[in-house]
């Protein structure tokens, strides 16, 4: 896996990973803290980048893709079916900088 600098040197996962730090820096404003990043290629959805993120106990990842959109995902949990993902916290298209902290603040993250 490649370190989190590597991914930002990368010219196709650094955009990715460069947009997603500027929609995660309210969080890191409010003592969440960077766990591990990742990355998908699919031809279906998109290729996106992801942070998992922590704050004390609680722990979300974020997934943003290459189109625009942001999805926040409960971390580190799964469902009983086939090890899918849960339900999203939020999916935002078109991510706005007032509706992205209207929807940390809604979940009390900021």
């Known amino acids: 896996m490649a370190s989190h600098n590597q991914l930002f040197d990368d010219p ?3 955009p990715l990973f460069e947009a997603l730090e ?5 969080l890191f404003a ?7 990043t990742e990355t998908d290629e699919s031809s279906e ?20 893709y290459e189109h625009g959109q942001l999805v926040a995902y409960p971390n580190g949990e799964t469902t009983d079916v ?7 916290h939020f999916v935002l298209s078109d991510v706005g900088r ?3 902290v209207a929807e940390f603040r809604a979940r009390r993250w900021v």
């Open 12 to 14: 196709h996962w650094g």
């Open 82 to 88: 086939d090890d899918q993902m849960p339900e999203p």
């Open 45 to 64: 959805y998109g290729d996106s980048a992801f942070y998992d993120l922590e704050r004390g106990a609680d722990r979300i990842e974020l997934e943003y």
């Open 22 to 26: 500027v929609l995660a820096a309210p």
């Open 98 to 100: 007032a509706d992205l």
């Open 30 to 36: 409010a003592g969440w803290k960077l766990v591990a």
